[in-house]
């Protein structure tokens, strides 16, 4: 079964800093889908980037980006230039190809920014 | 603004009542999905729904009963409900159960006294 490991339960920042959050996953699939999810305190789950596996470029979304690493099975989402309303857990997951695959998430990192 | 719509955004309700909670998206997705979260927890997945056929049931007991009624509506029809089973409820959708990335709803605060 396919795991997601989030080995930093908290992790702070300083408004205007950058800040990398960790996650590693366990699959024996070649083709699969990873996500990293942000949840604010008004508790809504809000996709903040996506990976394809096939692809070797790091997808970015403006302030977000990740360095995804194929082989070592990593996946770390990087925030730049952080802002006060990047606080909130956020969650890695896995979803492997196909029509019933489940979304598996990692246990959560906390980020607090101070400003 | 989420394009997933759930209510009540909080319900408190005694062991013997019945309720429900309600989902709505306008997306036009296929794929629905109902998760149950605890504080500090990620997201666990009780029930996914896939062309308004029930497609996993995660051996959820059956005082949740889920109901698509139509593609753009879920429910969780709840009965006999325990105090532990006092947590957030979240109803996401996706394009499909393939890759299409979930979206969520902003959740159901659920209190059981």
């Known amino acids: 079964a396919q795991t997601v490991t989030q080995s930093q339960p908290e992790m702070s920042v300083q408004e205007a800093e950058t800040v990398t959050l960790s996650c590693t996953y366990d699959t024996s699939e070649s083709d699969y889908y990873l996500f990293w999810y942000k949840q604010p305190p008004s508790r809504q789950m809000i996709l903040v980037i996506r990976?394809?596996?096939?692809?070797?470029q790091n997808a970015t979304e403006n302030r977000f980006s990740v360095n995804f690493q194929k082989a070592a099975k990593s996946f770390s989402l990087k925030i730049s230039d952080s802002q006060l309303g990047d606080a909130a857990m956020y969650f890695c997951?896995?979803?492997?190809?196909?029509?019933?695959?489940?979304?598996?998430f990692g246990k959560g990192t906390k980020l607090t920014v101070n400003p | 603004d989420t394009e997933v719509t759930q209510t009540p955004k909080h319900l408190v309700m005694g062991m013997t009542n019945k309720k429900s909670l309600k989902c709505e998206q306008h997306?036009?997705?296929?794929?629905m999905y109902w998760y149950k979260q605890k504080a500090k927890k990620p997201p666990e997945l009780m029930f996914v729904y896939s062309y308004e056929k029930l497609s996993i049931n995660e051996s959820v007991p059956s005082r949740f009963s889920p109901e698509c009624p139509n593609s753009s509506l879920l429910n969780l029809h709840l009965h006999a409900l325990q105090p532990e089973d006092s947590a957030l409820y979240l109803c996401?959708?996706?394009?499909?159960?393939?890759?299409?990335?979930?979206?969520f709803g902003n959740g159901t605060r659920l209190t059981v006294t």
């Open positions: 990976q394809e596996a096939y692809k070797q």
């Open positions: 997306m036009g997705h296929r794929a």
């Open positions: 997951a896995y979803r492997g190809q196909g029509g019933s695959e489940k979304l598996v």
């Open positions: 996401a959708s996706s394009r499909d159960m393939a890759n299409s990335p979930l979206h």
